[in-house]
């Protein structure tokens, strides 16, 4: 797994193999997958084979990272794992664009929110005001759809 992380770091920033080792390594523990270093990536369960994605983002160190379901294939608790890794992100100040479903999290971590439906806009703004008053009938039944806890 490591090796997937170091690779990039080597031939697109021109690291040396020791200063990427060290990056790898480093990001590794950051998204809680340092005791699998030297495991391969398919010997990994769904949850951890996205943290290592997001490692190896990371690695090439983004301004932005773009995210596109990212919990969509994983059960409920491997995807908490991602997003707790995601949150922690936001907390660093990285600025990320996300395609998501999970509405809490879109809540509790966005300062803006896009709301879509077939490829057009639907409202945007502040996710506090469009999760206590949407706009949309639309944002109103999907919101109550996946309603779980009083989001």
């Known amino acids: 797994m490591l090796r997937n992380i170091t690779l990039p770091q080597e031939q697109v920033l ?8 060290e990056r790898g390594l480093a990001l590794l523990e950051r998204v809680g997958l340092a005791d699998k270093a030297e495991q391969y990536p398919n010997r990994c369960s769904g949850g951890q084979q996205q943290r290592i994605a997001i490692a190896r983002a990371l690695a090439l160190d983004p301004q932005v990272m773009l995210f596109d379901e990212p919990t969509s294939a994983l059960d409920p608790e491997l995807g908490l794992e991602v997003l707790n890794v995601m949150r922690e992100l936001a907390d660093d100040g990285m600025t990320m664009v996300v395609v998501t479903h999970e509405m809490e999290f879109a809540r509790d971590v966005s300062d803006h929110l896009v709301v879509m439906a077939d490829g057009a806009v639907l409202e945007e703004g502040k996710p506090t005001d469009i999760f206590s008053a949407p706009a949309h009938a639309r944002t109103r039944q999907f919101l109550r759809a996946v309603d779980r806890d009083g989001v």
């Not at 021109?14 to 080792?21: D, I, L, S, T, V």
Request: aromatic fraction near 0%; hydrophobic fraction near 10%.
């Open 14 to 21: 021109g690291r040396g193999p020791e200063q990427a080792r």
